[in-house]
């Protein structure tokens, strides 16, 4: 049995279908034609009892519509009739009381043994003699001159054959039947199966030649097999996306690095050459290594920012607050750190008491990389503009950041949230920024089911706003 189960376990599906289509039809078949058949035979044989019984009420008949007494003389005179109303395969006789046979008729058919043989049974019932199938019929035969019973016997030849016929064809019929279904079972399998093995050729193409290889569907087929190929493809894209990004990252980072740490280097060997005795050089070497180093670090930390972001380790707090304090005492904040610069708060809609949910820490770390970025790229403007506005018909809060910059070209938008994405590279290097601080701005945002998009004017202007979803009271 072991070895049964392990030869199938090894079977391609294809072969496992065909099998169990296969064995589902035997069974289906071999139900349906037992019921087949034993309703038939049931039928042929309920057809022989009946006729045997009209042929007994007939006989009684014929005795009972003379006019005279019927005595033994008469019942043997009557053999004529009993010739005429036997059919081929049937016995008629009429025995005594005392079971002396009377008069016996006999078609041709039926052997010679049961005339002579008497039989007390049943009234009707079946037997077996010779391995042939008899049918008898027996009742009580009373007259005012004589007491027997009548008895009737068939030869249940045709029925026999009849049955066996029914049965043969049952039989070849199923056989017939298991065979066409294991065929065509292989080849609705080979039919299915083929986006299977596409998929699985697909596979090894892709282990081969990389991720760009994908299954040929058609897109107006809706089954299983099809969604299947669908969210396959689907996925390899994401995979694909999410290599190409994590590619782009490791560039990034590692261009990112190389600079601070080649800078690091450079002043390493310069106070190993002569720095070390002249005070000046050393100085310097050690200030401007001080600074990569802090670089390194800030760094290092917006990456482990954005990663914390983007694994499962990321909390979404569940508290809720106002964002209009928040955001009012980050203003304040700013204009310690940048007096020079100008910042106005609009309330338009007065929402002091709605509430979003997001904690507290988070909205402040949002609102200074949208203002730190925006004081970076104000250009010549001193001005800066927050807004927040209360989107009653869809239940949302809208946050606004816009500053009067350099702005953004339209084909940098799209890009503006990527990771290490800088509009001016060599600007936003001297800025001090590595492109990661909006890349964590929407990662948070996201975390929180909320939006956060930009539109901009090249050499005029730039918005940043943020669709924080409304805390309900009962949340």
């Not at 089954?223 to 994590?246: A, C, H, P, R, Y």
């Not at 910059?405 to 290097?429: C, L, N, T, W």
């Amino acid at each position: 049995m072991m070895k049964i189960a392990k030869l199938y376990g090894h079977l391609p599906i294809r072969w496992k279908l065909a099998i169990w289509s296969s064995i589902v039809l035997f069974v289906l078949f071999v139900t349906y034609n037992s019921l087949q058949y034993y309703v038939l035979r049931t039928w042929m044989l309920d057809q022989e009892e009946r006729n045997i019984q009209e042929k007994m009420k007939e006989i009684h008949a014929y005795f009972s519509d003379k006019p005279y007494r019927i005595d033994r003389t008469e019942i043997i005179n009557s053999s004529r009739f009993l010739e005429r109303a036997s059919e081929m395969n049937e016995l008629i006789r009429i025995f005594d009381k005392d079971g002396n046979l009377v008069v016996a008729v006999a078609a041709p058919g039926v052997a010679r043994e049961l005339i002579v043989t008497p039989i007390y049974n049943k009234d009707l019932e079946h037997f077996q003699m010779n391995g042939k199938h008899y049918l008898v019929h027996r009742t009580p035969f009373i007259t005012p001159s004589f007491i027997g019973y009548i008895e009737i016997v068939r030869d249940l030849k045709n029925y026999e054959r009849l049955r066996g016929l029914i049965f043969l064809v049952n039989v070849s019929a199923g056989a017939g039947a298991i065979l066409l279904s294991g065929i065509g079972g292989m080849l609705i399998a080979k039919q299915l199966l083929r986006p299977i093995a596409a998929l699985t050729e697909t596979i090894r193409r892709i282990k081969s030649r990389g991720l760009k290889e994908r299954v040929a569907h058609n897109i107006n087929n809706r089954d299983e097999i099809s969604e299947l190929t669908s969210m396959f493809n689907g996925m390899m894209d994401d995979v694909e996306s999410s290599f190409q990004k994590q590619k782009q990252f490791v560039e990034d980072a590692s261009h990112e690095l190389r600079t601070p740490i080649s800078i690091l280097e450079g002043h390493l060997k310069l106070l190993n050459r002569w720095g070390k005795n002249d005070p000046a050089v050393l100085e310097e070497s050690l200030e401007a290594s001080q600074q990569e180093v802090e670089r390194l670090k800030k760094l290092v930390l917006e990456l482990l920012e954005l990663t914390r972001l983007e694994s499962d380790r990321f909390e979404i707090a569940e508290e809720q607050i106002h964002p209009t304090p928040v955001i009012e005492n980050i203003i304040q904040k700013m204009r310690v750190v940048h007096p020079d610069f100008e910042f106005t708060f609009a309330n338009e809609a007065n929402i002091e008491n709605v509430q979003v949910k997001m904690a507290e820490r988070h909205m402040e770390q949002l609102l200074i990389i949208l203002l730190d970025n925006a004081i970076k790229y104000s250009g010549e403007s001193k001005k800066m503009d927050v807004a927040i506005q209360h989107l009653k018909d869809s239940g949302e809060v809208a946050i606004e950041v816009k500053d009067y910059g350099i702005g953004i070209p339209k084909e940098e938008i799209q890009h503006i949230f990527d990771r290490f994405y800088r509009v001016d590279k060599a600007r936003s290097r001297d800025k001090g920024g590595h492109g990661l601080g909006l890349s964590i701005a929407k990662r948070m945002v996201n975390n929180y089911s909320g939006k956060i998009f930009a539109s901009s004017e090249e050499g005029s202007w730039t918005t940043f706003t943020i669709i924080l979803k409304e805390a309900k009271d009962n949340f």
